[in-house]
């Protein structure tokens, strides 16, 4: 069962991670990558983003337009505004509406993945030790915690093998998150010192001038 206590580890790592960042995230980021592929979503942002940057432009020129000295002009315009407008609340609607479609479908593809997985596997193996104790090295009341809730005693249970992976890779994250902010909070501290130090430095060299 070596083959299965790897697995379970690697799946607790990417539960953790995909827990981490978020579903928001994780949505936002495969919203992102499906509208790079040639869908019919995908045209209708880049035309969403078009008729942005087409209405910023009309507007631009709508507010250097005068509209008594130049009502023609003013006049064709503003129907243009209106329209592209009109246009991009339509795409816009459509595109919300294919978005909170594509994130329920993320959203169950992410539970089953990852949640529905792990599930899967302790129902499974649930009868399996995941890798045998040492006999008699523990007592018996230690072998039948570890062996919960049915895995042979003497064994260890796939329950309690990913709950130790699960704390194991909580620690490790607020380990590394604490490193990094501290790390990040000792650089800020150089950066501020820095400067302090070359106003001394210049301040000393204009005294001995």
């Not at 995908?42 to 087409?54: I, M």
């Not at 596997?121 to 008699?136: A, D, H, R, S």
Request: hydrophobic fraction near 40%; proline fraction near 3%; aromatic fraction near 12%.
């Amino acid at each position: 069962m070596s083959s299965l206590l790897v697995i379970v580890f690697v799946a607790q790592v990417i539960i953790y991670l995909v827990g981490s960042l978020g579903g928001a995230v994780v949505a936002s980021a495969l919203w992102e990558l499906y509208n790079r592929l040639p869908t019919s979503t995908s045209k209708a942002v880049r035309e969403q983003a078009r008729l942005r940057r087409e209405l910023v432009r009309l507007r631009s020129e709508l507010s250097g337009t005068s509209a008594q000295h130049e009502f023609a002009r003013w006049a064709l315009l503003r129907r243009q505004h209106d329209r592209a407008k009109d246009q991009l609340d339509k795409i816009s609607t459509a595109i919300s509406s294919s978005k909170g479609n594509f994130e329920s479908v993320v959203s169950v593809a992410r539970w089953t993945a990852t949640s529905g997985f792990r599930f899967l596997l302790q129902f499974w193996f649930t009868k399996e030790p995941i890798y045998w104790l040492p006999q008699g090295w523990l007592p018996y009341y230690v072998e039948w915690i570890l062996s919960f809730p049915k895995a042979p005693l003497g064994g260890v249970s796939i329950q309690v093998w990913w709950m130790a992976c699960a704390g194991a890779t909580q620690l490790a994250g607020e380990v590394l998150v604490g490193t990094y902010k501290f790390l990040s909070r000792e650089d800020e501290r150089e950066d501020e010192t820095r400067p302090r130090q070359n106003k001394r430095t210049a301040t000393g060299q204009k005294k001995q001038q």
